[in-house]
């Protein structure tokens, strides 16, 4: 059964610093891997979706890496801003044919 | 663009209720999502629809729950009789092509559901 964990649950950094959130999947069989943020009363905003036979992607500040033998996928967020806190929920899809989301990390960054 | 519209925001009912939620997804998008959002389970994928056709529900919870796609711009998510348990936050997505491509998921606002 494929388990998807987020570590940290919560974060708290100074703005203009570097951060990475980290996701873990226990079956490594997946079709793809997806970063999502989600504001408070708001649904869910794509960020990367990375398919199985790719290593990163990479958004403005935003790289997403993917490291399927290993069953992680890190979110880097380069100079943090205020605007960047929100909940980041990792989601991986596997061949089982089932999507699987991860509890989500809180961010605040603080001006 | 619109958005995934999905009404209503908020519904407060009483248990044993009937409750239908609704969603118009984006124009052109032929794959339509229906989630489960609470603290202790995270967020769920309860049914899937492509061109209209339900394609996996096996993660709707149990029989009181029902979700229709009668045309390609509306679906309603349907709890006979409700529980103080479906208390959640029920999210509708919408997308271009299904969960194993590279397309992205467009998320409504929600629905948040208080089932007294």
């Known amino acids: 059964k494929q388990e998807v964990t987020q570590i940290p649950a919560a974060l708290s950094v100074p703005e203009g610093e570097n951060l990475v959130l980290n996701c873990s999947f226990t079956d490594s069989a997946i079709y793809n891997l997806q970063w999502f943020r989600q504001d408070p009363g708001k649904g869910l905003t794509s960020l990367l979706l990375i398919q199985s036979s790719q290593r990163e992607q990479t958004s403005g500040r935003l790289n997403a890496s993917l490291d399927k033998s290993s069953g992680r996928s890190t979110l880097y967020i380069a100079a943090s801003q205020p605007g960047d806190s929100a909940t980041y929920l990792c989601?991986?899809?596997?061949?089982?044919?089932?999507?699987?989301f991860g509890q989500g990390t809180e961010l605040s960054v603080k001006p | 663009d619109a958005g995934v519209i999905q009404s209503p925001r908020h519904e407060v009912t009483e248990m044993g209720q009937e409750v239908t939620l609704r969603c118009k997804p984006i124009s052109g998008h032929d794959y339509l999502f229906w989630y489960r959002q609470t603290m202790m389970r995270g967020l769920e994928l309860l049914i899937y629809f492509n061109n209209n056709v339900p394609i996996d529900d096996s993660g709707m919870p149990e029989d009181r729950f029902s979700a229709k796609m009668p045309n390609a711009s509306f679906s309603t998510l349907k709890i006979q009789p409700s529980e103080p348990r479906d208390s959640a936050v029920y999210f509708c997505?919408?997308?271009?092509?299904?969960?194993?491509?590279?397309?992205?998921?467009?998320f409504g606002d929600g629905t948040r559901l208080s089932i007294l």
């Open positions: 989601a991986v899809y596997n061949q089982g044919g089932k999507l699987i």
């Open positions: 997505a919408s997308s271009l092509a299904g969960l194993g491509s590279n397309q992205p998921q467009h």
